[in-house]
């Protein structure tokens, strides 16, 4: 029986997921929920009340971080280096990615400038150590695509689009290699097919119905009005 992925369209974490899945070539079906409205199943079945869960022979696997390592280590491609001292190094880093989405979240409801611009330089400052551990060209380890990668790739990408309403999240004087490896992580086939097409429109009318200070820089004419309570 196939795993089966139940997803939020928005959710950056199940979007890690959905990133090892396709490069892993593991066959598998989505299931899509209202984090709004969730079902009764899924409030049964979800821990934490919250996506990604992989089902799989019966059981319900959380956390994106700890599917990934399950996936990794059933599945044939490993995305993990073989080193051992180098995996140890990237979970460490997939933890700061974390860490460094929480920033994302900050940017999408802090309602003042002030407030958005003291989020902004506190990821800059976790881009710091983050741009001094990559190795590049092309992925973090070099040229070898891994699960840290995975983790990052949906917080880029959607640093990528507020960066299309409001320039300037991607220096590439302090930060040339994170705006390297983002473009290379955006172009890559996998990243582009773990969303819905629709994945930049669906964020960019989230920032509206948030109404924080990135809703500012959105054209009002094309957005629905609402307030969307997602963590995501």
């Given at each position: 029986?196939?795993?089966?992925?139940?997803?939020?369209?928005?959710?950056?974490?199940?979007?890690?997921?959905?990133?090892?899945?396709?490069?892993?070539?593991?066959?598998?079906?989505?299931?899509?929920?209202?984090?709004?409205?969730?079902?009764?199943?899924?409030?049964?079945?979800?821990p934490l009340a919250r996506v990604?869960?992989?089902?799989?022979?019966?059981?319900?696997?959380?956390?994106?971080?700890?599917?990934?390592?399950?996936?990794?280590?059933?599945?044939?491609?490993?995305?993990?280096?073989?080193?051992?001292?180098?995996?140890?190094?990237?979970?460490?880093?997939?933890?700061?990615?974390?860490?460094?989405?929480?920033?994302?979240?900050?940017?999408?409801?802090?309602?003042?400038?002030?407030?958005?611009?003291?989020?902004?330089?506190?990821?800059?400052?976790?881009?710091?150590?983050?741009?001094?551990?990559?190795?590049?060209?092309?992925?973090?380890?070099?040229?070898?695509?891994?699960?840290?990668?995975?983790?990052?790739?949906p917080l880029l990408q959607r640093?990528?689009?507020?960066?299309?309403?409001?320039?300037?999240?991607?220096?590439?004087?302090?930060?040339?290699?994170?705006?390297?490896?983002?473009?290379?992580?955006?172009?890559?086939?996998a990243v582009r097919e773990s969303?819905?097409?629709?994945?930049?429109?669906?964020?960019?009318?989230?920032?509206?119905?948030?109404?924080?200070?990135?809703?500012?820089?959105?054209?009002?004419?094309?957005?629905?009005?609402?307030?969307?309570?997602?963590?995501?």
């Open positions: 029986m196939q795993p089966k992925l139940i997803s939020y369209k928005l959710c950056p974490y199940v979007q890690r997921v959905a990133i090892a899945l396709k490069l892993k070539a593991v066959a598998h079906t989505i299931d899509y929920i209202d984090l709004a409205g969730p079902p009764d199943w899924f409030v049964k079945l979800s990604p869960l992989l089902l799989v022979e019966g059981h319900v696997l959380f956390e994106s971080a700890v599917i990934n390592e399950y996936l990794d280590e059933t599945y044939p491609n490993k995305l993990h280096p073989s080193d051992l001292i180098l995996r140890a190094k990237n979970r460490a880093w997939i933890e700061h990615g974390n860490s460094c989405m929480a920033n994302l979240f900050q940017l999408s409801v802090k309602d003042s400038e002030q407030d958005f611009n003291a989020a902004r330089d506190d990821l800059f400052a976790k881009f710091d150590p983050l741009e001094h551990a990559l190795v590049g060209p092309g992925y973090f380890n070099g040229a070898s695509f891994s699960l840290v990668d995975a983790s990052y790739a640093l990528e689009y507020i960066d299309e309403i409001k320039p300037g999240f991607f220096d590439s004087t302090r930060h040339p290699k994170i705006c390297a490896w983002k473009n290379c992580l955006l172009e890559l086939e969303c819905l097409p629709e994945i930049r429109t669906l964020y960019l009318e989230l920032l509206w119905k948030r109404r924080g200070y990135l809703s500012r820089f959105l054209d009002k004419t094309k957005y629905r009005d609402g307030i969307e309570q997602s963590i995501y």
